[in-house]
């Protein structure tokens, strides 16, 4: 994986979502990591749009000019005004609210932010009901390979499995991801990992020192993809309290570099699992904080099906419809789902095996009948997609989008 390789070109899906939602809403807010493509997505859509003015708020000379937030947005109505890194400067959602209210018109704002925890709470604050949220997840398989092949038997696609093993790899950030080397890849991903730790979260306020802050995130990079107990994780960390674990994870998760997964909370008389799950949400970065360089390194290594689990669940939680929960399925008993996309009563099933024969356990199964489940999928690195029973199928990972783009 270490030969040139053509650079992509990047399709990503939020952008249509994005010129969509403009045509509706005053304001559209959009959210993901640092280095994640948000500024290349605004000013994609912005380049389409006459008069359109794109501000850096971590830019001084673009602070200056709001230093009187009202007067700038009420000279500027009639253009679209995209503000990026908009949490290094909270207090302009105040200035937003009533600027929007004196002007509804759809499309004139669009904001980027690299903290979702803290921004939503700021945002809904002041712009409930006036501005929509889309968030923007690293690469996803879909944006970068064909839906897998529908010939019987299914042909050979080497230059798909490549891509493949290299989003898996390397993760979707997309410098990383294009790299032009798997040691270089790893290196800036490694240089990512020290910039945030050492820049951006102090940005944000964050206090804590890196090196502590680095160690945790290590350790939950060892238990991606496992319940999360925060007292077991203290102990090893040296006896760090409980407490103290579940506001470093609220960090990495307001950060958007740790998902926290819930479980499906049901009335069916079982005993269910009550804690949460936790990913590091780009395998890249998973496999960065592990120390793992290369394809070799990955296949034998024992998070190689838990670092797989962790990309099928970002997909289906990038792919899911706005509104659905996203969680997942576990019974003291056994019973088992990596992932549920409920909306109301109905549930859409995802269970993530990395063999290119998955065989789903008994678990499994059982789930999906608590669950009266819609439909049951499991997430493979197969060539094409098949049934294996009455409402479930084996399908790969770009299949996904798939599954939600027309009704299940």
Known sequence: MNSPVNQPVLHRHQLAQARDRLDYYPGVVLLGPRQVGKTTLARTLAANIDGSIFLDLERASDQAQLQDPERFFATHRNRLVVLDEVQAMPNIFEALRPEID????????????????????????????????????????????????????????????????RLMLRGGFPLSYTASSDARSLQWRQDMIQTFLMRDLPQLGVTIPATTLHRVWRMLAHNHGQLFNAAQIGQSLGGVAHTTIGRYLDLFVDAMMLRRLPPLHANLGKRLVKSPKVYVRDSGLLHALLQLGTVHDLQGHPVAGASWEGMVVEHVAACAPAGAEVTFYRTAAGAELDAVVSVGERHVAFEAKFSSAPKPTKGFWQACQDLDVQRAYVVAPVRASYPIADKVSVIALQDIASVFATPT
């Open 102 to 165: 004196a002007d509804r018109r759809p499309g004139r704002f669009f904001l980027l932010g690299s903290a979702s925890g803290k921004l939503l709470r700021q945002s809904a604050e002041s712009l409930a009901g006036r501005v929509s949220y889309l968030e923007l997840s690293p690469l996803l398989a879909h944006e970068l390979l064909p839906p897998t092949a529908t010939d019987t038997p299914p042909r050979e696609d080497p230059e798909s499995l490549l891509a493949l093993q």
